[in-house]
């Protein structure tokens, strides 16, 4: 008998639903414009390409809720390492937007674990800063620098037709899995997030693995910025609105544990995959937004209940 | 099983017929046939993991039986809920203290029934007075009933939890082990309050590891052994002996491993001088040598645990000295106990919340601690990995299906190796164990102690509390008691009596110079 | 004197709310040219009662250990059907409002039956119906407008003076004895009105200290016979119905309805921002809605600085963050004091 263990189904049904999603949008197009465009290279790949910004996003953002924690910062950790790459220039843009990444989840690490605010404050708090800083810096107006060369390639050039962001994200992709499934600090992370109290006792420096994470987590979100800035060719205001709460779901979507301690990375490329498609299926049936925003939300919802069910509850 | 049955005693209050109740595949009760009295104290004995929760939680209405029916004044009933069973005058005095720490005292007593006023809102007036009357009668007057749970010690909250409880009218009243934490003086109250209770015609349930405390109340005793009701007798017709013999299921003397004989005491690897941390340890000395198992002893609450947790590093603010192999070294942090240098490990109080990470894979677990010397480059060598666990769940005899399975899935035991197993990966000489055998089935207590003392005469040095005596007595080379944060009396070899531990642990003057049992 | 420091003691995080809100609103009236006056006082009402309304009802759910990140969403949604139905005549406008507040609580209902029977964690459940209740938003209100009663907007958003006299009551509120309370803003006495009827029967009911108690100890409560689904759904339905409070007076304030997304989010944030600074803890179980009150009126005390020290009210976010950080910080004092590194672990 096949038995599946309860991380690997969610990540199942997930990317059943994903293939639900290319069906009716197939289906779509084939009775409106008599065409499968949906099924093309070319759209998957665009599609992908586009889903990197999210997945980079949502890969850091798997860390800190794999921990038990959240990172409301992300929205302008990606528009300040946008905004500060694009400002310096040069060779410095990326090294620069990176950092500040950096620094971000340094100080989102540093409340976290050493003052014990709750993450969901602490960030919420720092976003709120961030953003203030950005808006002093650039006096509430885009600014006006542009996107090096380097970035703008690496968010709009390929290589033999693969885009260049896939790349990227493929390549974080390979190094988060590698730190989940291979480290000793991906360990820890689980650990954190199934009982941190456990974890501390078993001698594991449980302060410095929460930093360490939430560095990882800000840096993502910055490169993320960075990339999307190449993308547009400039940053701007708000440019990470739209990718905290998409990202949040895409971890969640894909089986992670909103609670921490479960989930495969897997899952986070699917729930992407899935929440990037999704939008892109409906704004292709011309749904307007309000039907958007309802079946986001149910799709939420109603996985969530498919992957509860027959769940066993541990004690 | 053989039931006394008193003619022209009154129908039992409470009934279980058949009762049997699994979790998962751990038999917690097997067909238990039980009841108990209106008017009378009812103590449940059993050892640890011998079924007594599972069976108070299903009279409470907390679990519900997989089998069996309960009767109720000869009525069957059925809980669904703690509500429920609340309805039928069934209260429950929990061992995990079942007050909520933000709320008030006045609130905490009036949770399940408060007084209501117009609108069927709480009378908070009214409220206020009956938590005060029930304050008095559990004599805590100096508890301010507007005072907020938290801000209570240990012993008074308790006291507040025996309060709360009698403010909800029991007709039966369960006590699981509902004077751990309190002083003799409030134990003596309530002692007194019970036997009122007795004489108003109550049915008290009484759990309890204290033979001294069922020899003074109990009516009738009953009798727990792996989840099935061995006896129940009336108080008084067996010895203390013969009690426990019947909890434990046979012959005390073959379970321990040798003690070996010493001409001169080991050389000191943990040096303790002066600990001091807030009012829970005041002023702890002690050594323990290599190869030496030194037991903690005493009342629980005198600051065994401080002491364990203060070694390991988790406490803030200890004054004293800890020496590893005479230098100094009092450790940070758990991750500064366990280097090398220190070699600490600690085998927390609870596995469940402590030891373990129930979710992840016995694998995961067990390697967890030593993690950092099991790696090549950054990254974790699979190969190395899967050898040291291989080798712990053989060293151990852990009875699992597959490593991969999460360590929830064990039974009490295993878990309880997968814990021991963690941390002889990080090959530590001085290993500290909080109460290691809570909950968990003979033969691997025995497997246990063989454990400590083969890593004892590997030469690892044992630091061992323990609440049950018989291991202190079964197990240790040494016996510190404890008594208000102070080590009140060292025992030796063949002065390790359990007489001489429970005078000790009383902390009588005079204790242990010629008592008998 | 015992019980003062006692119940000093538990309200610590509301005392320093109120006079962080106190500093702030002295300091901007005392700079204000018509600083101290009624109709300041009206402004600044009017200005405050969305994000005092969204904060109420975030702190509910939060006693309970959970959290709502849909407020802002049922908010939105409220405004968006008051711009439809509060108009017309007077009875049709009072039903109007009353299908207002039971679109709130009805929302708030689905969360709470959705965390309790679905048994999804509060902080996603509600991510996602958020997005449910903003869509029905848009549905209602693509675009920006609608139409409210103008009499009822004028009358509800200014002292009481005017409100009687919108409607000729009490000799167009120019009657002798209404002098002393005509200057009073309305919505500072709707506010004040909800709390007395509706925020303090509910915390001394019993179901209202079953969210205390499930919020301190969900185990515990559960023990003692606390109807742990009844309470929490009860938190949620409760925390509905204080954001279409919001919703539609934000309807009220502005006379149409917005489906504003980005503004939906923000107001979300910042209740949660408000909770924090009034003292209610995010692990649920202390606290209160009068907390979250000042907790929002700090954040609002905040931007009327703005404007008297004639700072780009873009600066707003910055200053907002810090004091949100500042006053989570000072509870990390807590964590300093902590001798048994064991309790700060979960």
């Not at chain 2, 690897?269 to 190869?291: A, C, P, Q, Y």
């Not at chain 2, 030469?459 to 208000?484: H, K, M, N, P, Q």
């Not at chain 3, 709130?104 to 679905?118: C, I, K, P």
């Not at chain 3, 009687?164 to 006495?189: H, M, N, Q, R, S």
Request: glycine share 12%; aromatic share 6%.
């Amino acid at each position: 008998m096949l038995t599946l263990s309860a991380e690997d189904r969610p990540i199942l049904i997930a990317g059943g639903f994903v293939l639900v999603i290319l069906a009716i949008g197939t289906a779509y197009t084939l009775t409106v414009q008599g065409t499968a465009s949906f099924l093309s290279p070319a759209y998957l790949l665009q599609q992908l390409q586009v889903g990197s910004f999210l997945g980079i996003v949502a890969a850091g953002m798997m860390l800190v809720i794999l921990m038990g924690h959240i990172d409301l910062s992300v929205p302008w950790t990606l528009a300040a390492g946008a905004m500060l790459g694009t400002a310096i220039g040069g060779p410095w843009a990326i090294p620069v937007g990176l950092g500040v990444g950096l620094l971000v989840g340094l100080v989102n690490g540093l409340g976290v674990a050493y003052l014990r605010v709750p993450s969901m404050i602490f960030t919420l708090g720092i976003n709120a800063v961030m953003r203030g800083f950005m808006v002093m810096l650039t006096g509430g107006f885009s600014p006006r620098s542009m996107a090096t060369p380097t970035m703008t390639w690496l968010a709009t050039g390929n290589v033999l037709g693969v885009p260049m962001p896939l790349i990227v994200w493929a390549v974080l992709s390979v190094g988060i899995v590698l730190l989940l499934q291979r480290t000793p600090l991906g360990r820890y992370i689980y650990a954190i997030g199934n009982r941190e109290r456990a974890a501390y006792l078993s001698g594991i420096n449980t302060r410095l693995v929460l930093v360490a994470a939430f560095v990882v987590c800000g840096m993502c979100s910055a490169l993320a910025g960075v990339l999307l800035a190449g993308y547009s060719s400039k940053a701007y205001q708000g440019m990470g609105d739209a990718y905290l709460l998409p990202a949040i779901a895409a971890v969640v979507i894909g089986g992670t544990n909103i609670l921490g301690g479960r989930g495969r990375y897997l899952g986070t490329v699917v729930g992407t995959i899935l929440i990037v498609l999704l939008t892109s299926v409906l704004s292709v049936m011309q749904m307007p937004e309000a039907g958007r925003q309802v079946i986001y939300g149910a799709v939420i919802i109603t996985m969530l209940l498919v992957y509860g069910r027959g769940q066993k509850v541990m004690a | 099983m053989f039931r006394t049955k008193d003619v022209g005693a009154p129908p039992p209050f409470l009934e279980l017929v058949g009762v049997s109740k699994r979790y998962g595949g751990v038999r917690a009760l097997e067909g238990v046939d039980f009841a108990c009295r209106r008017g009378s104290i009812h103590a449940v004995l059993g050892e640890n993991g011998a079924g007594k929760s599972t069976l108070i939680k299903i009279i409470a209405g907390v679990v519900q039986p997989d089998e069996g029916s309960i009767r109720l004044a000869g009525q069957q009933v059925t809980f669904p809920d703690p509500l429920a069973a609340n309805a039928q005058g069934i209260v429950c005095i929990f061992q995990e203290l079942s007050l909520m720490p933000d709320l008030s005292v006045a609130d905490n007593i009036g949770i399940s029934n408060p007084p209501r006023g117009r609108l069927g809102l709480i009378d908070k007036r009214a409220q206020r007075r009956r938590a005060e009357e029930l304050l008095a009668r559990v004599g805590c007057e100096d508890v301010n009933p507007l005072e907020r749970v938290a801000n209570l010690p240990l012993s008074r909250r308790q006291m507040v939890e025996i309060a709360k409880a009698l403010g909800r009218d029991p007709k039966l009243l369960i006590l699981d082990e509902a004077t751990s934490a309190l002083t003799s003086g409030d134990v003596a109250k309530v002692y007194e309050i019970l036997k009122s209770l007795r004489r108003d015609g109550l049915c008290l349930l009484y759990i309890s590891h204290r033979m001294h405390e069922i020899e003074a109340l109990a009516d009738t005793c009953s009798v727990f052994r792996n989840g099935r009701h061995i006896d129940t007798f009336a108080a008084g017709t067996r010895t203390s002996d013969e009690i426990v013999q019947l909890m434990i299921g046979r012959e005390m003397a073959h379970v321990y491993p040798d003690k070996p004989q010493r001409n001169q005491p080991p050389a000191p690897v943990l040096e303790v001088r002066d600990l001091r941390w807030t009012d829970r340890l005041n002023g702890i000395s002690l050594t323990v040598g290599k190869g030496e198992i030194v037991g903690l002893g005493g009342l629980d609450g005198q600051g065994q645990r401080e002491l364990l947790l203060a070694l390991f590093g988790v406490l803030r603010g200890t004054e004293g000295e800890i020496l590893v192999d005479g230098r100094p070294r009092a450790p940070g942090s758990p991750a500064q106990a366990k280097r090398k240098q220190t070699g600490m490990a600690l085998i927390p109080e609870d596995r469940k919340t402590e030891g373990l990470m129930l979710p992840m894979s016995v694998a995961e677990n067990i390697s967890l601690a030593a993690l950092g010397g099991l790696v090549s480059g950054p990254f974790i060598d699979r190969e190395k990995e899967t050898a040291a666990i291989e080798r712990m769940v053989a060293k151990l005899r852990i009875k699992v299906g597959d490593l991969a399975d999460p360590v929830a899935t064990l039974s009490g035991g295993n878990q309880q190796k997968v814990v021991i197993a963690k941390w002889l990966l990080t090959e530590p000489r001085i290993v500290l164990l909080n109460d290691p055998t809570r909950g968990i089935d003979v033969g691997t207590k025995q497997e246990l102690y063989q454990l400590l003392r083969d890593l004892a005469d590997a030469g690892a040095s044992i630091l061992f509390y323990t609440t049950d005596y018989d291991e202190l007595i079964g197990c240790c080379d040494r016996v510190l008691i404890l008594y208000d944060g102070r080590v009140v009396r060292t025992l030796e070899g063949a002065d390790i009596t359990e007489t001489n531990i429970v005078a000790s642990s009383l902390n009588l003057p005079g204790a242990g110079a010629a008592a008998t049992a | 004197m015992n019980e003062l420091r006692i119940r000093l003691g538990q309200n610590l995080g509301l005392l320093l709310a109120v006079l962080l809100f106190l500093t702030f609103y002295l300091v901007y009236n005392s700079l204000h040219p018509r600083g101290f006056s009624a109709t300041v006082l009206v402004q600044n009402a009017n200005e405050s009662f969305v994000i005092v309304a969204v904060a109420m009802a975030q702190t509910v759910p939060v006693l309970t250990g959970g959290l709502d990140l849909s407020v802002g969403a049922i908010m939105t949604l409220v405004n968006c059907v008051a711009s439809v139905v509060v108009n017309g005549s007077p009875l049709q406008m009072l039903g109007g409002i009353v299908l207002c507040l039971a679109v709130g609580t009805l929302a708030g209902l689905v969360n709470g039956l959705v965390v309790v029977v679905g048994r999804l964690q509060p902080i996603i459940a509600t991510l996602a119906t958020g997005a449910i209740y903003i869509g029905l938003a848009l549905f209602i209100r693509p675009s920006p407008g609608g139409n409210v009663d103008d009499d009822l907007s004028w009358a509800l958003t200014n002292d009481l003076g005017e409100l009687f006299a919108t409607y000729g009551l009490f000799e167009d509120g120019e009657a002798p004895w209404l002098a002393p309370i005509a200057w009073l803003p309305v919505p500072l006495l709707v506010m004040v009105a909800v709390v007395l009827l509706v925020w303090l029967p509910f915390r001394n009911s019993v179901t209202g200290r079953g969210v205390y108690a499930i919020g301190s100890a969900e185990g515990a409560a559960y023990m003692s016979g606390v109807r742990i689904a009844r309470c929490k759904i009860a938190a949620y339905t409760l925390g509905g119905f204080f954001a279409g409070l919001g919703g539609l007076y934000l309807a009220l304030q502005t006379s149409s309805g917005n489906a504003d997304v980005p503004q939906a989010a923000q107001y979300t944030l910042n209740s949660i921002a408000a909770v924090v600074i009034g003292g209610t803890s995010l692990m649920g179980g202390t606290g209160g809605v009068v907390g979250s009150i000042f907790g929002a009126l700090v954040i609002r005390a905040i931007a009327f600085n703005f404007r008297i020290f004639e700072i780009e009210p873009i600066m707003q976010p910055l200053f907002e963050g810090l004091v949100l950080l500042a006053a989570v910080s000072i509870g990390a004092a807590r964590v300093f004091r902590v001798k048994n590194r064991l309790e700060l672990l979960g």
